[in-house]
C-alpha cells in the first residue's frame, strides 16, 4: 500500500504508512486519544504511573492526571504546571514524585532554565500531595547529584526509597562531578514526607565501570525478590536491595551490539531480563535495514536463583520505519498471562509492539499499532505503553495520551489481574490465574 493511503490502516505499518496515518494488527484497537493542551502543547509527553481509575502522565511541562475509569473517553482531573525535563512521575499512596533533570533557576514550578555551571542551578525530585487529586500541592524537593533523569520507588515499611538515576557528568558543573559512577538514595518516611533527603549516594561501579559509564540511566526494582536490573550506560547490572538504602551490584554483563544501557524489566517470575538498547539516544532513525536486528534492541537474558545473567537473543520490531523516524527500543512492560512471557512497548515512532519472550530464544511480534512519520519530521512517537487492569496505555510525545486494548483471545485472562497501583519500574508480584 503507497503512501498516499488515507485512514486507519489494517496490517499496514513502517514505511508503508503516510504522514499520521494509524496502522495495526488484527489484535489492538485503538480506543481513544487525548492530545496535549493549553501551555502542555507542543511539550513532550513522557513517563506513565496509575493509581486506582487515574494515570498519572509526565511532560516535560509538568504531569497531568487523567480519570481512566472510562478508557474510551479520559477525562483530565488536574494539569500541573511544572517544567523541567524530563518529569519521570511515579505515584505511592498521596504521593507523585517527579524527577527534574534540567538545570533551573530554583526548585519552584516558577523556575527558568539556567546553567548547571552556576552553582545555585537547582535539579532533582520534587515531592506533590495529590489526596486531592484535583489539586495537587507541591510539598517538597529534594536536590541530587547530576539531577535526575529517572528515578526508582523501592517501597519500605516505614519509608519509601527512590533509588535517582543521572549522568552527564563535567568538570564545570559544580553538582555534577565526575567520576559519577553511583545513584542518590533520597529516603521519604511516610509520617513525614517533607523531611525527605538524600540518605546516601552509593558508587555502583567502584573500578569505574565499562568505558563511557557515568551513572545509570533506569533502574527497575523487584521488591520481591529484593533484587533490581539496572541499566547504566555501558553496564547491565543486577542488585541485592535487601538492605535498600545499600543496594550491592552482584552481577554485571556487556554488550557490544549495545551503545547505551536504558531501561530494564523483568518477566513475572522474575527468572528473566529485557535490557533495551537506546542507540541513537532516542533521537535517532535506527528502525532499518542498515542498522541491523541486533543494535537499538532488546536484549533477552535468562536469571538464575543465584543472579547470574545468561544472554539468549535479541528481539527488534520486524517493521522497518522511514529515515526520518526516530526509532529504537523504549519503556514497557509485562502482560500477566500464566504460563507466558509477553511484554507491550513502546519504539517511539516504531510504535507500540506487542511480543512474546516465552522461549528465550525465539522472541517474536505479536501485534502492534503504530502512526506514520510526523510531518514535518520532528521527534516523537510513544515514549512509554503499559499494561494496566485490562488497557495498554501509552503516552505519545507529540500527539499525547492513547488507549488501547488488546483483542488476542489467548491473552483475556490478563484482564482478570487487577492492580491498585503500578509503576513500571517498581514490578509487582502479579496475581495471575
Given at each position: 500500500?503507497?503512501?498516499?493511503?488515507?485512514?486507519?490502516?489494517?496490517?499496514?505499518?513502517?514505511?508503508?504508512?503516510?504522514?499520521?496515518?494509524?496502522?495495526?494488527?488484527?489484535?489492538?484497537?485503538?480506543?481513544?486519544?487525548?492530545?496535549?493542551?493549553?501551555?502542555?502543547?507542543?511539550?513532550?509527553?513522557?513517563?506513565?504511573?496509575?493509581?486506582?481509575?487515574?494515570?498519572?502522565?509526565?511532560?516535560?511541562?509538568?504531569?497531568?492526571?487523567?480519570?481512566?475509569?472510562?478508557?474510551?473517553?479520559?477525562?483530565?482531573?488536574?494539569?500541573?504546571?511544572?517544567?523541567?525535563?524530563?518529569?519521570?512521575?511515579?505515584?505511592?499512596?498521596?504521593?507523585?514524585?517527579?524527577s527534574t533533570?534540567?538545570?533551573?533557576?530554583?526548585?519552584?514550578?516558577?523556575?527558568?532554565?539556567?546553567?548547571?555551571?552556576?552553582?545555585?542551578?537547582?535539579?532533582?525530585?520534587?515531592?506533590?500531595?495529590?489526596?486531592?487529586?484535583?489539586?495537587?500541592?507541591?510539598?517538597?524537593?529534594?536536590?541530587?547529584?547530576?539531577?535526575?533523569?529517572?528515578?526508582?520507588?523501592?517501597?519500605?515499611?516505614?519509608?519509601?526509597?527512590?533509588?535517582?538515576?543521572?549522568?552527564?557528568?563535567?568538570?564545570?558543573?559544580?553538582?555534577?562531578?565526575?567520576?559519577?559512577?553511583?545513584?542518590?538514595?533520597?529516603?521519604?518516611?511516610?509520617?513525614?514526607?517533607?523531611?525527605?533527603?538524600?540518605?546516601?549516594?552509593?558508587?555502583?561501579?567502584?573500578?569505574?565501570?565499562?568505558?563511557?559509564?557515568?551513572?545509570?540511566?533506569?533502574?527497575?526494582?523487584?521488591?520481591?525478590?529484593?533484587?533490581?536490573?539496572?541499566?547504566?550506560?555501558?553496564?547491565?547490572?543486577?542488585?541485592?536491595?535487601?538492605?535498600?538504602?545499600?543496594?550491592?551490584?552482584?552481577?554485571?554483563v556487556r554488550?557490544?551490539?549495545?551503545?547505551?544501557?536504558?531501561?530494564?524489566?523483568?518477566?513475572?517470575?522474575?527468572?528473566?531480563?529485557?535490557?533495551?538498547?537506546?542507540?541513537?539516544?532516542?533521537?535517532?532513525?535506527?528502525?532499518?535495514?542498515?542498522?541491523?536486528?541486533?543494535?537499538?534492541?532488546?536484549?533477552?537474558?535468562?536469571?538464575?536463583?543465584?543472579?547470574?545473567?545468561?544472554?539468549?537473543?535479541?528481539?527488534?520490531?520486524?517493521?522497518?520505519?522511514?529515515?526520518?523516524?526516530?526509532?529504537?527500543?523504549?519503556?514497557?512492560?509485562?502482560?500477566?498471562?500464566?504460563?507466558?512471557?509477553?511484554?507491550?512497548?513502546?519504539?517511539?515512532?516504531?510504535?507500540?509492539?506487542?511480543?512474546?519472550?516465552?522461549?528465550s530464544t525465539?522472541?517474536?511480534?505479536?501485534?502492534?499499532?503504530?502512526?506514520?512519520?510526523?510531518?514535518?519530521?520532528?521527534?516523537?512517537?510513544?515514549?512509554?505503553?503499559?499494561?494496566?487492569?485490562?488497557?495498554?496505555?501509552?503516552?505519545?510525545?507529540?500527539?499525547?495520551?492513547?488507549?488501547?486494548?488488546?483483542?488476542?483471545?489467548?491473552?483475556?485472562?490478563?484482564?482478570?489481574?487487577?492492580?491498585?497501583?503500578?509503576?513500571?519500574?517498581?514490578?509487582?508480584?502479579?496475581?495471575?490465574?
Open positions: 500500500m503507497g503512501a498516499a493511503s488515507a485512514g486507519d490502516g489494517l496490517n499496514v505499518s513502517g514505511t508503508d504508512l503516510a504522514p499520521d496515518q494509524i496502522g495495526y494488527s488484527k489484535n489492538i484497537k485503538h480506543l481513544s486519544n487525548t492530545p496535549h493542551v493549553g501551555p502542555f502543547a507542543g511539550q513532550f509527553g513522557t513517563d506513565l504511573a496509575f493509581q486506582g481509575d487515574r494515570a498519572y502522565v509526565g511532560n516535560y511541562q509538568g504531569f497531568i492526571i487523567y480519570d481512566i475509569s472510562n478508557p474510551s473517553s479520559p477525562r483530565t482531573l488536574a494539569q500541573v504546571n511544572c517544567p523541567g525535563s524530563q518529569n519521570d512521575i511515579s505515584v505511592r499512596g498521596d504521593l507523585v514524585y517527579l533533570d534540567s538545570s533551573r533557576s530554583d526548585d519552584s514550578c516558577e523556575s527558568t532554565g539556567q546553567p548547571a555551571t552556576i552553582k545555585e542551578s537547582w535539579e532533582g525530585i520534587k515531592i506533590f500531595d495529590v489526596s486531592d487529586v484535583t489539586k495537587p500541592k507541591y510539598i517538597k524537593s529534594v536536590e541530587t547529584k547530576c539531577g535526575s533523569h529517572t528515578h526508582t520507588v523501592v517501597p519500605g515499611e516505614s519509608a519509601d526509597y527512590l533509588y535517582v538515576s543521572s549522568y552527564g557528568p563535567r568538570d564545570s558543573f559544580p553538582d555534577c562531578q565526575a567520576p559519577h559512577d553511583l545513584i542518590s538514595i533520597v529516603k521519604v518516611p511516610h509520617a513525614a514526607p517533607t523531611s525527605a533527603t538524600v540518605v546516601e549516594t552509593p558508587v555502583l561501579f567502584p573500578d569505574g565501570g565499562n568505558s563511557g559509564t557515568a551513572g545509570c540511566h533506569d533502574i527497575t526494582a523487584y521488591p520481591s525478590k529484593k533484587i533490581a536490573a539496572g541499566a547504566c550506560m555501558g553496564d547491565g547490572v543486577i542488585m541485592d536491595i535487601s538492605d535498600p538504602e545499600d543496594p550491592k551490584v552482584v552481577e554485571t554488550d557490544t551490539n549495545f551503545a547505551f544501557w536504558h531501561s530494564a524489566t523483568f518477566n513475572s517470575d522474575g527468572t528473566k531480563v529485557v535490557f533495551t538498547d537506546e542507540l541513537g539516544g532516542g533521537a535517532g532513525a535506527t528502525c532499518d535495514a542498515a542498522t541491523g536486528p541486533n543494535r537499538g534492541a532488546n536484549a533477552i537474558y535468562d536469571l538464575s536463583a543465584g543472579n547470574d545473567l545468561t544472554f539468549k537473543s535479541y528481539y527488534k520490531i520486524p517493521r522497518h520505519q522511514n529515515t526520518t523516524e526516530n526509532c529504537v527500543a523504549h519503556n514497557g512492560s509485562i502482560i500477566p498471562v500464566k504460563g507466558r512471557d509477553v511484554m507491550v512497548q513502546s519504539w517511539y515512532q516504531g510504535g507500540v509492539s506487542l511480543w512474546e519472550f516465552t522461549d525465539s522472541p517474536k511480534e505479536l501485534d502492534y499499532f503504530e502512526r506514520g512519520p510526523l510531518s514535518p519530521s520532528n521527534l516523537g512517537g510513544t515514549w512509554s505503553a503499559y499494561y494496566y487492569n485490562g488497557f495498554v496505555y501509552s503516552s505519545d510525545i507529540q500527539k499525547g495520551f492513547d488507549v488501547l486494548m488488546l483483542k488476542d483471545p489467548t491473552l483475556r485472562k490478563a484482564n482478570s489481574v487487577r492492580l491498585k497501583e503500578f509503576n513500571a519500574q517498581t514490578q509487582p508480584v502479579y496475581p495471575i490465574r
